[in-house]
């Protein structure tokens, strides 16, 4: 299967930047979208920006000018790069995948969506 690992959380003072990338593994035939999705204590999973694997972008309206997105195709990452934080971007950051996957065969294909364990990003006012 697919398996998403996600990395650079962490604490941060109001005003800093943080980057977080995501990088997939296992059976990856192609992957279509990739995106990033945040969850504050007591709200629900929000859309925070996606990318397209030809570099269409797509961001939630609190974070553009201040997040981008962007993807390596080469290693299917994709990172989100976030600057001028602001305490309300607290939450913990869910790389999200669309892909399709493969099994004894590279002809034998399935798409899925697969999902990050998350990382937490604290903003500090």
């Known amino acids: 299967q697919v398996q998403l690992l996600e990395s650079g959380g962490g604490l941060v003072q109001a005003g800093g930047s943080l980057r977080l990338s995501c990088a997939p593994s296992?059976?990856?035939?192609?992957?279509?979208?990739m995106g990033w999705y945040r969850q504050a204590p007591g709200k629900q999973r929000e859309l925070v920006a996606t990318i397209r694997s030809g570099g269409s972008t797509n961001y939630e309206d609190s974070v553009k000018g201040r997040f981008t997105i962007s993807r390596d195709n080469a290693k299917n990452t994709v990172y989100l790069q976030m600057n001028s934080l602001k305490p309300e971007d607290t939450a913990v950051y869910y790389c999200?995948?669309?892909?399709?996957?493969?099994?004894?065969?590279?002809?034998?294909?399935?798409?899925?969506?697969?999902w990050g364990q998350g990382t937490q990003v604290t903003v500090s006012s």
């Open positions: 296992g059976r990856i035939f192609s992957i279509n979208i």
């Open positions: 999200n995948a669309e892909a399709t996957t493969y099994g004894s065969s590279p002809w034998d294909r399935w798409d899925l969506e697969v």
